[in-house]
């Protein structure tokens, strides 16, 4: 019994108490609501298209080939002319200022033009060209590399959530289990030992189905950043006939990828690119070399030999201390220096070529060794091994041993699907072209 008084005390608490409660529920309703919205199931062909539209990076690369683009027309255009005009500033006999009139002022009027020589002008223009392609392969070396970050980002990310669907199952099977063991432990059916052993498997998995889903949470921040969506949460669907319809890779000779690379790699492109650039450059340099001629008129009024002269002028550099020289010498040597780095390149595109292809058969050899129906069995295996466990047909250590297993065989056989899924966006890195898996 309690008093009277005692009353008060009580009441009050467990209203603030159901309150708290319900304020809890709601926000952990609210915050799950909120999750589910900003979840979306997502297929790796929309999270490209939805990279190549809104990804800063590339869009401000977009802008270097824009502005380069710029840059030719600036080289096509010709030097301005040169207009100078001089007057009389004071005329003491006349006692006039700005005395430029016809009867007794003097004034005097030039134009002058320069001409380029040696073809100045169109080795400009080349130039301003293949600085303009040096900048679209850049570009389309970086999507390529973003690319390939996409998508085996993509590929990781999707068989670690299948690694953390099989820990789930697990889980759930176990956190049955535990919840019977400890009835059966208050009754003394089992022994505590077997109960702790039991619970401590249910952690394990946990704590290891944690792990998964930081290095899931990782995976889905780059994924973030490449598509520019931090508000939203990807699930990740692949659907299951494009990993069956990859073309068999050891079916494309070796030699025709490397072929292929040859003709597709921006890098490369780039590094010939650059080795054009540095001869055109060369060839500038030598017409620079040449001086360039001035041509002008001129109009004088009354300061010459004869009232109302008129003049033709020409006038050009005398080349007799510097011709370039320098600049000449330093061009030259750009040309040898990437000339060697063009047989660089071609050598580090083709080993790349070769590793990748080399890790895609390894992978598909490998996966092709797999029985189809052996994750299936398994799984089967797994509610016939709980059923067995729950009617002591089998012992907690038969079970534990089942339970490790499974999940090391099920993350074996994600990890080499996942595997070959790298190894194929590797091989198609490095040719530079999606050949597989499109």
């Known amino acids: 019994m309690y008093s009277r008084d005692s009353q008060p005390l009580h009441r009050p608490w467990n209203v603030a108490s159901n309150k708290i409660l319900a304020c809890c529920l709601f926000i952990l309703l609210a915050h799950t609501s909120v999750r589910a919205q900003d979840t979306l199931h997502i297929t790796l062909q929309a999270a490209e298209k939805q990279f ?36 009389n500033l004071y005329n003491p006999d006349r006692k006039k200022y700005f005395d430029i009139s016809n009867q007794t002022g003097q004034y005097d009027v030039s134009i002058q033009q320069m001409i380029s020589l040696a073809g100045k002008r169109n080795k400009q223009v080349k130039i301003a060209q293949t600085n303009a392609a040096m900048a679209e392969n850049s570009f389309f070396d970086l999507l390529r590399t973003l690319r390939f970050t996409l998508r085996s980002n993509f590929y990781q990310a999707y068989f670690l959530q299948n690694s953390m669907n099989a820990y789930a199952e697990q889980i759930a099977s176990l956190e049955k289990m535990d919840a019977t063991y400890k009835d059966l432990q208050t009754k003394g059916l089992v022994t505590l030992k077997d109960a702790v052993r039991l619970r401590s498997l249910l952690y394990s998995l946990k704590a290891e189905r944690t792990s998964l889903q930081n290095q899931v949470n990782d995976l889905e921040s780059e994924i973030q950043l490449l598509l520019q969506n931090n508000k939203t949460w990807y699930a990740l669907d692949v659907p299951a006939d494009v990993m069956a319809n990859i073309p068999a890779i050891r079916q494309t000779p070796l030699q025709s990828l490397v072929d292929s690379a040859y003709l597709n790699r921006q890098d490369l492109a780039l590094a010939k690119n650059s080795q054009l650039y540095n001869e055109q450059n060369y060839k500038l340099q030598k017409a620079i070399a040449v001086p360039d001629l001035t041509l002008g008129a001129e109009f004088d009024k009354r300061g010459s030999f004869v009232n109302n002269a008129s003049f033709l002028t020409v006038g050009m550099d005398l080349p007799f201390f510097n011709r370039n020289q320098g600049n000449i010498k330093a061009a030259k040597y750009s040309i040898d220096q990437t000339k060697l780095q063009v047989q660089q390149q071609m050598m580090t595109v083709e080993n790349e070529v070769q590793t990748a292809y080399s890790k895609a058969l390894n992978t598909d050899k490998m996966l092709e060794s797999i029985d189809p129906g052996f994750r299936g069995d398994f799984e089967q295996l797994l509610h016939n091994i709980n059923d067995n466990f729950l009617k002591k047909n089998i012992s907690l250590l038969e079970l534990t041993d089942f339970y490790d297993s499974y999940k090391e065989n099920l993350l074996q056989i994600n990890q080499l699907q996942n595997d070959r899924m790298q190894a194929i966006e590797t091989l198609n890195f490095a040719v530079g072209k999606t050949l597989f898996n499109n």
């Open 52 to 87: 190549l539209d809104k990804n800063l990076q590339l869009l401000a690369e977009k802008y270097n080939v824009s502005i380069a683009r710029a840059q030719i027309i600036q080289a096509r255009l010709y030097n301005n002319p040169n207009l100078q005009l001089s007057g």
